[in-house]
């Protein structure tokens, strides 16, 4: 019923900057809360950031102050913006969302998981 597609990922010099977004499309009355992990090799998932309709928003202390967890409510689409990255940074970063959707109840959905590589 819903389709999560993520974008924005890629390679970057330490220090620098990417913004990932991720847009659901689908029969979505609305995004409830949305959430961040990422999975680096040989580790486990492990959650970053959450933002949550009431606009509250809560980071892992590993990027706190470092990135941003936003969305845009027309889109159905919630950005990661993450700067001042370090080479530890470097994962598969994957967007986490509950969603109403339209005339039915609340799903949780997963994005595909997206690359981001920080070179140093």
């Known amino acids: 019923q819903v389709q999560l597609v993520e974008s924005g990922g890629g390679t970057v010099q330490a220090g620098g900057s990417l913004r990932l977004s991720c847009a659901a499309s689908?029969?979505?009355?609305?995004?409830?809360?949305m959430n961040w992990y990422r999975q680096a090799p040989g580790k486990e998932r492990e959650f970053i950031a959450r933002?949550?309709?009431?606009?509250?928003?809560n980071y892992s202390d590993d990027v706190k102050g470092r990135f941003t967890i936003s969305r845009d409510a027309a889109k159905n689409t919630v950005y990661l913006q993450m700067n001042s990255l370090k080479p530890e940074d470097t994962a598969v970063y994957y967007c986490?969302?509950?969603?109403?959707?339209?005339?039915?109840?609340?799903?949780?959905?997963w994005g595909q998981g997206i690359q981001v590589t920080v070179s140093s």
């Open positions: 986490n969302i509950f969603v109403t959707v339209v005339d039915g109840p609340t799903y949780n959905y």
């Open positions: 933002g949550t309709s009431g606009s509250s928003t």
């Open positions: 689908g029969r979505i009355l609305r995004i409830n809360s």
